[in-house]
């Protein structure tokens, strides 16, 4: 049974930093590929970051480059999110999501979903 575990979320101020973890269960990190995405207010939900952990294929959506850094501990089966220079821009409920192929852009097609661990970034 696939399960992920969000947590690290918290209170921060603008230029802080975070690191989200997702700890994985029910399946190896290898066979799918992980991303983060998060829904702001009144927003729909966002693709974010994306990792295969297998070759280390990474990816970001435009406005968190050179801030935030996917990595993964597959010995401990759990993906990070490093969130760094953060702005109140980023404030969402953060989700982690394990994908059979690569992480889709539209959440519709994610095959499991995590539970959120909420982000705020106080300007």
């Known amino acids: 049974d696939v399960q992920l575990q969000a947590s690290g979320g918290g209170l921060v101020q603008a230029g802080g930093s975070l690191r989200l973890s997702c700890a994985a269960s029910?399946?190896?990190?290898?066979?799918?590929?992980i991303g983060w995405f998060r829904q702001a207010p009144g927003k729909e939900r966002e693709r974010v970051s994306c990792i295969t952990t297998n070759d280390g294929v990474t990816y970001y959506e435009n406005s968190v480059k050179g801030r935030f850094t996917i990595s993964s501990d597959n010995a401990k089966n759990t993906v990070y999110l490093q969130m760094n220079s953060l702005e109140p821009e980023d404030t969402a409920v953060y989700y982690c999501?394990?994908?059979?192929?690569?992480?889709?852009?539209?959440?519709?097609?994610?095959?499991?979903w995590g539970q959120g661990t909420l982000v705020t970034v106080s300007s």
């Open positions: 029910g399946f190896a990190l290898d066979d799918y590929a």
């Open positions: 999501a394990a994908n059979s192929i690569w992480c889709p852009a539209n959440e519709k097609l994610v095959d499991h």
